[in-house]
T-cell receptor, first 116, second 113 residues
Framework: AQKITQTQPGMFVQEKEAVTLDCTYD???????LFWYKQPSSGEMIFLIY??????QNATEGRYSLNFQKARKSANLVISASQLGDSAMYFC?????????????FGRGTSLIVHP | EAQVTQNPRYLITVTGKKLTVTCSQN?????MSWYRQDPGLGLRQIYY???????DKGDVPEGYKVSRKEKRNFPLILESPSPNQTSLYFC????????????FGAGSRLTVL
């Protein structure tokens, strides 16, 4: 079974609108971390945002926020006021672990296209 | 500048010709890892290392070798490359504490003919 599920292979959004990219995860650990990375067409992987399992507040970084719903095991990325430069692949990832395993697992990604 | 450097960035080779993709980080990170990225499959972990001389298999280790003789370096070795190893490869590193955010190299696009 996949530990990270991204159900949207592709998403389209109009410039300046908000968009939500879905991510659900599966773990029995109490301590874990959730991440979102962006991969533009140039290929590099860029860290966007992190949420720890014990963090009570949703993480925010500029126009990015992580909608963390622990009971539902979801960690959706919300991009507000989309820009053309937001067109990219987006990967959700999870690091499980107590005991120092710290091995991250990635989802299959969502391709976001921002239309002018 | 804090970074992960991997080389070569692009490589075309032939089946069976041994090759090494180098990876070096300057952040004194304990954790290093190799991923391959294929369309529709996301990033899949090949091998990882939590410290010098400590390596372990990820999800897709077949056909690959790694070594961690120094903390900063984590080369990926393809002893006898095959066409199904044509892929985009990423090296990444992180601390083993806190948020453990991965820092990625720029990627190495490998084609095996």
């Amino acid at each position: 079974a996949q530990k990270i599920t991204q159900t949207q292979p592709g998403m389209f959004v109009q410039e300046k609108e908000a968009v939500t990219l879905d991510c659900t995860y599966d773990t029995s650990d109490q301590s874990y971390g959730l991440f979102w990375y962006k991969q533009p067409s140039s290929g590099e992987m860029i860290f966007l945002i992190y949420q720890g399992s014990y963090d009570e507040q949703n993480a925010t970084e500029g126009r990015y926020s992580l909608n963390f719903q622990k009971a539902r095991k979801s960690a959706n990325l919300v991009i507000s006021a989309s820009q053309l430069g937001d067109s990219a692949m987006y990967f959700c990832a999870m690091r499980e672990g107590s005991g120092g395993s710290y091995i991250p697992t990635f989802g299959r990604g969502t391709s976001l296209i921002v239309h002018p | 500048e804090a970074q992960v450097t991997q080389n070569p960035r692009y490589l075309i080779t032939v089946t069976g010709k041994k090759l090494t993709v180098t990876c070096s980080q300057n952040m004194n990170h304990e954790y290093m890892s190799w991923y391959r990225q294929d369309p529709g499959l996301g990033l899949r972990q090949i091998y990882y290392s939590m410290n010098v001389e400590v390596t372990d298999k990820g999800d897709v280790p077949e056909g690959y070798k790694v070594s961690r003789k120094e903390k900063r370096n984590f080369p990926l070795i393809l002893e006898s490359p095959s066409p199904n190893q044509t892929s985009l490869y990423f090296c990444a590193s992180s601390r083993m504490s806190g948020a453990n955010v991965l820092t990625f190299g720029a990627g190495s696009r490998l084609t095996v003919l």
